[in-house]
């Protein structure tokens, strides 16, 4: 088949983005298309890309300053810990970390078993309480043949012999009918146990699941015990706390009977009297006293016969209100009684009891100045006071007992770090001591029980009471004076400032109340432990060992922790209500962590702050009695035990040595 061949037509190249019209084969446009034609594929030339800008060298941007210290929002606690060795513990370790958990756990249970027991107690002591004032109770006994309310067992109606009316149905019982129902009820409770407990054993026989498991087969069938798994505690139902402590209550009772002391058989408590008779007394009619009960001497004219007690009728309900600016007050009374004479239906009038009053002039105190004296025991009163005391001494302790031993003890003890007398189980050296001092040449010899040792112990602890009891009447008169009489917050305001770090009980100078250090208007406070509270007591302290022998000082550290503690107990007593509210003795178990403290601060002190409280309780001593006392306090002291016992005595009586 021959090729036909066609002419190829030439067309121009189309330029990048122009277009190029078509033509017809004249070489003309056509008059009219419809659409242009598509390029073919073989035709199509691709437009050019548009030329970019060749990046040049990027600008390196400004890098704040970087702090030296990491971030603490994101910080990371432990960064090497990933790569940590994870810890191990020995075995020895285990060991004591196990004894430690168990030990603990021993403490919680038996702290767990003090609480048990002591709610046990309290529970019985209440219970014993109640039952007191249950049996001191009149209870109402009701007559033979009368219903007894409650009762469930052995009813049989009958019809009481009653005077009035024989026709009433009551119940009749007796206490065998109870003891059989309840021994009835006893038995069948047991039955019903042991039924339950057999047909529980009987559904455990076939329970295939309680069975141990058994060896595998080829060899002994040998049981194998179950391996023992953790049993969770089974969780706490209603009652439970009940049942433990009634159980702890029964334990209680036990050990109280072993030990023999119930407190119903070894101290049987006293009845409870009540303040007025009344009928819950067994003795309430033998208490009662009736005035006037036959007939009134004087008959009441004010009131017709047969008027109502009370003065109202039912007639004067829509009656007007009386004219009067005071309405009648009735003032008497009927006496109902259970005897078998009828009393007189007429009211009695009581007449009030006169009661004389003597009325007694009351000194005012001066505001703003305490008016307690707080003079020392003297030696005519300590003299009658201990008389029976220095009786029961040696002979040769009796003379100077009251006037030089006591004040050479209270003087060791006021200069002692601590109030008490020595260290636990050295008395009787420190008593040897003093009776050294005091009487020289003496061969006495001081043992415990001796009647020297148990006079100085019992003076110990009253000089300890007197400072108690001084402290907490100087605070008592400071706030009944004008100034704080009747005025509760003011009290609690200047209780709570007194005791400040930096109050009045202190300093003699204290720092502006409610002003902190750096306040505009803070002053520091000065002249530590010479205050008026501190100086009235100790002045009245070193006055009473002004006849001394021993040589201790004049720095009474004891004393003044002392003091202080009782200012401090003192004022606490009024902060919470504004009144006074005791707060316990003032022993050693409750205040001798405050005594401790005002110690360490008295032993801080330089020896010239011990000069001006020195100079200060004597000046006031001088004030109080007008005697002279010396600038010099080591004089004060030891006046009279200059002279050495060696120097000879001449005979010239205005010349001693």
């Known amino acids: 088949m021959a090729r036909q061949t066609t002419k190829k037509t030439t067309k121009p190249k189309a330029k990048a983005g122009k277009v190029v019209p078509q033509t017809g084969s004249d070489g003309h446009a056509p008059d009219s298309s419809p659409l242009p034609a598509l390029p073919s594929d073989d035709d199509f030339v691709p437009p050019e890309s548009p030329k970019l800008k060749a990046k040049g060298k990027a600008k390196a941007k400004a890098i704040p300053p970087r702090s030296p210290l990491p971030g603490r929002a994101k910080r990371v606690v432990d960064p090497g810990k990933p790569d940590q060795p994870r810890s191990k513990r020995s075995s020895e370790q285990v060991d004591a970390a196990n004894e430690e958990l168990a030990a603990l756990k021993a403490e919680v249970a038996r702290l767990h078993a003090e609480r048990l027991e002591t709610l046990a107690e309290m529970e019985l002591d209440d219970e014993a309480a109640a039952q007191a004032i249950d049996t001191s109770t009149v209870r109402f006994r009701p007559s033979a043949g009368a219903p007894i309310i409650g009762a469930t067992f052995g009813r049989r109606e009958l019809y009481c012999d009653d005077p009035n009316d024989s026709d009433i149905p009551c119940l009749e019982f007796d206490d065998e009918d109870f003891d059989a129902a309840a021994e009835a009820d006893e038995r069948i409770r047991r039955a019903l146990k042991a039924e339950k407990a057999a047909r529980k054993r009987k559904e455990d026989k076939y329970n295939l699941s309680k069975l141990p498991p058994l060896a595998p087969l080829g060899f002994a069938l040998v ?24 159980e702890a209550k029964q334990k209680v009772l036990s050990k109280r009977a072993l030990s023999g002391d119930d407190s119903d058989d070894a101290q049987p408590q006293k009845k409870i009297k009540p303040a007025f008779p009344s009928g819950v007394v067994k003795d309430w009619r033998s208490r009662v006293t009736v005035l006037g009960a036959a007939r009134p001497n004087k008959v009441d004219t004010k009131r017709p016969s047969g008027f109502p007690i009370g003065g109202l009728t039912f007639d004067d309900v829509d009656a007007d209100r009386p004219s009067g600016s005071k309405a009648e007050v009735n003032n008497t009374i009927e006496i109902l009684t259970d005897s078998d004479e009828d009393p007189d239906e007429t009211p009695t009038k009581l007449k009030a009891p006169t009661v004389t009053v003597k009325k007694e002039k009351v000194s005012k105190p001066i ?22 005391e220095v009786s029961g001494l040696p002979e040769f302790a009796r003379s100077a007992w009251v006037n030089v031993f006591l004040p050479t003890l209270h003087h060791y003890l006021g200069t002692r770090e601590g109030w008490d007398l020595c260290m636990l189980g050295e008395e009787v050296p420190t008593v040897q001591q003093l009776v050294d001092i005091v009487y020289v040449g003496t061969t006495y010899k001081v043992k415990k029980g001796c009647p020297i040792y148990s006079s100085t112990i019992s003076r110990v602890q009253d000089k300890r009471h007197w400072i108690g009891s ?14 704080y009489n009747d005025k509760p917050n003011k009290i609690m305001k200047f209780a709570k400032y007194a005791i400040e770090a930096e109050g009045p009980a202190w300093y003699e100078v204290p720092a502006p109340r409610g002003l902190m250090p750096g306040d505009d208007g803070y002053s520091a406070p000065t002249g530590l432990f010479r205050s008026k509270f501190v100086l009235d007591p100790l002045a009245a302290y070193v006055k009473c060992i002004k006849q001394s022998k021993g040589d201790f000082g004049n720095k009474f550290v004891g004393a003044i922790a002392l003091i202080c503690t009782g200012y401090e107990r003192a004022f606490n007593q009024y902060i919470s209500t504004g009144v006074k509210t005791l707060n316990g003795s003032f022993s050693k178990a409750r205040v001798g962590h405050y005594v401790l403290g005002w110690t360490r601060d008295a032993m801080r002190l330089e020896d010239f702050r011990w000069r001006k409280i020195n100079a200060a309780c004597f000046a006031q001593i001088q004030a109080e009695d007008g005697q002279l006392m010396s600038a010099s306090t080591s004089m004060n002291l030891n006046r009279g035990a200059m002279a050495l016992g060696s120097s000879p005595a001449k005979d010239d009586e205005n010349d001693m040595y």
């Open 223 to 246: 049981a194998v015990p179950a391996p023992v798994a953790k049993v969770k505690p089974p969780p706490r139902k209603r009652g439970d706390a009940r049942a433990i402590v009634d």
């Open 367 to 388: 505001p703003g100045r305490m008016t307690l004296n707080l003079r020392s025991d003297s030696s005519n009163d300590a003299v009658s006071a201990f008389g029976a």
């Open 470 to 483: 001084t402290t907490s009447k100087v605070v008592d008169v400071l706030f009944t004076s004008t100034d």
